[in-house]
């Protein structure tokens, strides 16, 4: 019932009242019997009355987000840490000084020819797809984004008909120059999952890798594939 937006804004968003089926539940209620099924000597300490009660928890046993337990009425927000963090060059730091730690991405050693495909989003919230066009760059849910310099070296040019395929799988669609640094291609999510190794993950945190290697070629002549076989 609330959201913590990229700008540090905790927002109350409240259920929109109207039918449901009966055995639909709020997240938080599925969440808490789960928990309690799995932890039964917690149970006590998850038996919530409503998100208000959650809220209120939230704001005793977490300082940054003290004030979530006095939002009442849709749109009521806050901004965790006030409006502007580290104020007049104060950082909270034993010195309160600002420290950095250099950090060296790891190397993209690809094969011969093959270019790093990204996956986008585009417009889209979570994993529910709005739109099939990218209002932010015009590309239709098949487009494949190239940087200019990797087109000319190709001979593509816009609405050309391409293949990209990998150990993993293949995904035709149509080349769209953009402002891409070349050696790299961008495709719509989850359209371009038919390329992604779903074993590949983080060792730490086991999420998935959303990037791939794969080889492009030009379509000379147009075929009846569909987009992201």
């Known amino acids: 019932m609330t959201q913590t937006s990229t700008e540090r804004r905790v927002i109350l968003s409240p259920e929109i009242r109207g039918p449901r089926p009966a055995e639909a539940r709020q997240e938080w209620q599925v969440f808490t019997e789960l928990a309690r099924r799995t932890r039964p000597t917690l149970a006590g300490l998850l038996d919530f009355k409503d998100t208000a009660a959650i809220r209120a928890e939230i704001g005793r046993v977490i300082p940054e987000y003290a004030g979530i337990e006095q939002l009442e009425e849709p749109g009521d927000q806050f901004q965790y840490g006030g409006p502007q963090l580290c104020w007049n060059w104060q950082f909270p730091t034993p010195d309160g000084r600002a420290h950095f730690t250099p950090v060296a991405p790891p190397r993209a050693d690809l094969p011969e ?14 994993s529910m797809v709005h739109e099939a066009r990218d209002e932010l760059t015009g590309a239709g849910r098949e487009t494949v984004l190239i940087s200019s310099a990797d087109a000319g070296r190709l001979g593509l040019r816009d609405g050309d008909r391409v293949r990209l395929s990998n150990p993993i799988g293949s995904f035709t669609g149509r080349a769209q120059i953009a402002p891409v640094r070349p050696g790299n291609l961008q495709l719509h999510w989850p359209e371009g999952n038919v390329l992604i190794d779903r074993h590949r993950r983080s060792p730490k945190s086991g999420i998935p890798d959303y990037n791939a290697a794969a080889w492009l070629e030009k379509l000379e002549v147009p ?5 992201g076989e």
């Open 113 to 126: 020819g093959a270019f790093m495909v990204s996956t986008r989003r585009g417009k889209q919230f979570n």
């Open 223 to 227: 075929d009846a594939a569909t987009p």
